[in-house]
């Protein structure tokens, strides 16, 4: 590669770069700034100690995250497996299709799913009424305001990102490496665990990771059909930077946030040391 | 640092404004941060029709806190504001606030002498009352028996008959006024053992609550998804226009009484705009115009007389004033130390689990399981990382 070149090519990433600098390294330093700091701007760690007391609300939002991310997983693989099997026209359509939902407002999406589990909404009430037509009496689930309905709104919004991913990774496993081993002797569950599966792990983990990371740091999901009835990280943090609950403390709020990153990073480190060979296979998010 | 980062976002702002600025060089921008649904928006066309050259740029907000963090963040700049009394001597305590000039206000004789000098603002020097209201008890007559609201109680929201439908503030300081009022005790109370007795009491409604809302009332309450819930009676009256069913009463224990005032931000450049808005406000037929469609009650005298009479008789939106004399309490602005308990109590609240009721003190195996997880992911970073660098480490022998 010669000078000219390598000038463009700098040329070239600036734009990239001066948007990396101004809204992502400034930001994350500002939150590191911020939850080493007290309101008067000198060094304490009481901010990131004092998060010892949310300990059950980051396990309440880990737990939901992950039993989230595991039923996005179960659901979208075999789809995105099946996608892959289709003629490429069929394909695209089907990818269309999961993307469709992503077109419209995450919030109006949400909203939706609130009157749709109400106890007086679309499911109790098509329920209700079918059944009191056979005589049975029906007091309707209690599906809304529960962690079981912030879980399916996680699963909802974030299905898209776990299909994709995969889906990517397996229309790129060459079918004859699937015919050679069923030609060596491979049952159907054998090329499964032994070919298809870790072939795919890239994906699995980046899906895993657009998935979880969002899922486990939201706040409006919980606020709108968990009712505030569970608190998650997210919430908390919202609370400390809009001073809803009459305290605005930016410190706290960055530390909380500064923690959720560091657990985010190291659950992703470990789980990227499933993915071995990630770098020479391509189509992992790291 | 807060300047620091102010200093950031504003030249973002001002980088994306500057193409905005350039078509509408000699228009003056007013920037006005309401409460959300809290004007008839046809107003605001009205005055900019007779003010061709004042822009206004209507944004709103859904709590007074909300509306605090973001004037103090220096993230935008507004001109008028509209908040709470207890904010406006928040506000007028830490000099946020320009004096108003009252003779550029000429309609502020319409105010009713009852919302002037209020315990907010004194001597009468920043702000012009808005609106003002009570908070009052919502229920839905074709499930809650006629027994249970005969006492006219805010026993009723703990009643635990109406189990998974009773709706309960998103915010602390209306959900705290309610506890401590049903308890005897001051909204504005300064004696902690009385705010966590307040705090014992939400926290046993709390398995009875369906949800902590806030605008989300609106659709609750109209569908009967919802059949109790504490309100604004302005917000109550509308319900009820949609649903019949829906009645409202103010409870004996007494209620908050609540006035939203017009102030101006002391970091203002068009002082003078901000006060012809202000005084466009207290037009008899504007004020009343907003009266109409917001159904809170106004506290312009004249504006009053041009509403329709079947609102302005209604003892709940317009309580006479013995009653509020006797009933009614104005939220203070709380001192800090207060505050940081009443944030603290809320949090509390609001991460127990519905279940429980009440936080056990038996979480001891959460905090074996935290330091384990935190130990072993530690251990697990930490390893990888030495096992990566000698790997590194062989590669380049």
């Known amino acids: ?286 | 640092m807060k300047r620091f980062m102010s200093l950031i976002i504003s030249v973002c702002i001002l980088l994306v404004s500057f193409s905005v600025a350039a078509f509408a060089e000699d228009q003056v921008v007013l920037n006005v941060y309401n409460w959300g649904e809290y004007i008839e928006q046809s107003t605001i066309d009205m005055f900019e029709e007779k003010y061709p050259d004042i822009d206004v740029n209507y944004t709103t907000f859904d709590s007074n806190e909300a509306m605090y963090s973001k004037i103090v963040s220096g993230a935008a700049s507004y001109d008028i504001v509209i908040p709470s009394e207890y904010m406006v001597s928040k506000l007028i305590q830490e000099d946020m606030l320009a004096e108003i000039d009252y003779s550029n206000i000429p309609n502020y004789k319409y105010i009713g002498d009852a919302y002037r000098n209020l315990a907010s603002d004194p001597e009468n020097k920043y702000s012009v009352p808005y609106f003002w209201g009570t908070v009052v008890v919502i229920y839905n007559s074709q499930f809650v028996d006629e027994e249970d609201v005969k006492d006219q109680s805010l026993d009723l929201l703990w009643n635990e008959k109406y189990a998974g439908k009773i709706l309960m503030f998103d915010n602390p300081r209306d959900s705290f006024g309610i506890s401590l009022t049903r308890l005897g005790y001051s909204m504005n109370s300064g004696n902690e053992k009385e705010w966590q007795e307040a705090a014992k009491a939400l926290s046993e409604q709390k398995p009875i609550v369906q949800a902590y809302v806030m605008d989300a009332i609106f659709d609750k309450m109209e569908s009967g998804e919802a059949w109790i819930a504490p309100y604004y009676a302005g917000d109550a009256f509308v319900i009820q226009e949609s649903n019949p069913d829906i009645k409202f009463y103010i409870a004996k224990e007494g209620t908050n009484l609540f006035v939203d005032s017009m102030c101006i931000l002391k970091t203002t450049e068009h002082k003078k705009e901000a006060e012809l808005f202000i005084n466009f406000m207290c037009e008899p037929e504007i004020a009343a115009m907003n009266a109409e469609t917001v159904g809170y009650a106004t506290p312009n005298t004249e504006a009053k007389k041009l509403l329709d009479p079947t609102i302005t008789e209604n003892a709940i939106v317009y309580p006479d004033e013995d009653y509020l004399k006797n009933n009614t309490e104005v939220f203070i602005n709380l001192p800090q130390k207060t505050q940081m308990l009443q944030s603290t109590l809320w949090t509390d609240l609001k991460i127990i689990s519905a279940e429980e009721g009440s936080e056990s003190a038996s979480l001891d195996w959460i905090d074996i399981f935290c330091i384990a997880v935190v130990a072993i992911s530690v251990i697990s970073a930490v390893y990888f990382f030495i096992r990566n660098s000698r790997r590194r480490k062989l590669w380049n022998q």
């Open chain 1, 1 to 286: 590669m010669n000078k000219n070149s390598k000038g463009l090519q700098r040329a070239m990433t600036a734009p990239f770069t001066v948007w990396m600098a101004i809204f992502i390294i400034i930001p994350i330093a500002l939150v590191l700034f911020y939850a080493f700091t007290d309101a008067n701007g000198s060094f304490t760690l009481s901010n990131i100690l004092s998060i010892w007391e949310y300990k059950s609300t980051y396990i309440v939002s880990i737990e939901l995250a992950f039993v989230a991310t595991i039923i996005c997983l179960i659901l979208a693989y075999p789809l995105a497996y099946s996608i892959s099997r289709m003629k490429a026209r069929h394909q695209q359509t089907m990818v269309l299709l999961v993307m469709l939902p992503m077109w419209m407002n995450f919030l109006i999406r949400t909203y939706a799913w609130m009157t749709i589990l109400e106890d007086t909404g679309l499911i109790n009430t098509l329920l209700k009424s079918f059944l009191t037509l056979f005589g049975y009496e029906f007091e309707g689930f209690a599906m809304i305001n529960t962690n079981g309905a912030i879980v399916l709104g996680m699963v909802y919004n974030f299905l898209p990102y776990m299909i994709l991913p995969i889906y990517t990774v397996l229309t790129k496993i060459d079918k004859s490496v699937i015919e050679a081993a069923k030609d060596l002797g491979a049952n159907g569950f054998n090329v499964f665990t032994k070919v298809l599966l870790p072939q795919s792990v890239p994906g699995i983990i980046s899906g895993i990771t657009m998935v979880f990371v969002p899922a486990v740091s939201t706040f409006i999901i919980s606020k709108l059909l968990g009712g505030g009835m569970t608190y998650l990280i997210g919430d908390i943090i919202e609370n400390y930077f809009l001073g809803n609950t009459g305290e605005v403390n930016y410190n706290v709020g960055a530390a909380l946030s500064l923690v959720l990153m560091v657990l985010i990073l190291i659950s992703m480190g470990i789980m990227n040391r499933f993915d071995k060979d990630a770098e020479t296979s391509g189509g992992g998010l790291f």
